[in-house]
């Protein structure tokens, strides 16, 4: 059996490599197509959205282990639009280069506080549901990383570098 504190550590590795990855596409944009839309958002939207989760992953997560359910679940309006439109308003700026300190530093926040937490917490079922979901720090630091990729693939296909 492998120990909890190798699962933590391999997955916060595959977050920072999400991290990375997205962060690379982003630097290759020129700052007119930093700020053109690709579907509803920009890719400065996308990562103002970023930035925001990777904060409110570290808040949800401590309220999943108080047995709560995470406040952005609670009115996240489809596809968390709600929760979405508060993060890309908060995090407005349009500088690239800003935009991407802000993102690495919530990066390492989040990566900070996974460290510190209890190996038994990592996929504990503190009952806390979601529709038919049980919620754990485990699970939703993996939807965050796939968030990553997911965003990186489609600026990808938007600016032709897939």
């Known amino acids: 059996m492998i120990p909890s504190r190798y699962k ?15 962060e690379r596409v982003i630097m290759e944009l020129d700052r007119d197509a930093f700020l053109e839309k690709l ?7 996308i990562v103002a959205h970023l930035i925001g989760w990777n904060a409110y992953v570290v808040d949800g997560s401590r309220q999943i282990q108080r047995g709560e359910l995470p406040f952005y679940d609670r009115d996240p309006g489809e596809n968390y639009e709600k929760v979405n439109a508060v993060l890309i ?18 990066a390492k926040a989040l990566a900070a506080f996974l460290r510190e ?33 997911h965003h990186r693939r489609q600026i990808e296909t938007w600016a032709g570098t897939a």
């Open 8 to 22: 933590i550590d391999d997955q916060i590795d595959e977050l920072n490599r999400a991290v990375g990855a997205f």
């Open 89 to 106: 308003e908060k995090h407005g700026s349009t500088d690239r280069d800003t935009l991407l300190l802000a993102l690495e530093s919530s």
């Open 39 to 45: 579907g509803g958002w920009t890719p400065r939207d």
């Open 117 to 149: 937490l209890d190996d038994g917490d990592w996929e504990r079922d503190f009952g806390v549901q979601h529709g038919d979901e049980t919620l754990t720090v485990r699970g939703t630091v993996n939807d965050l990383t796939q968030d990553y990729d």
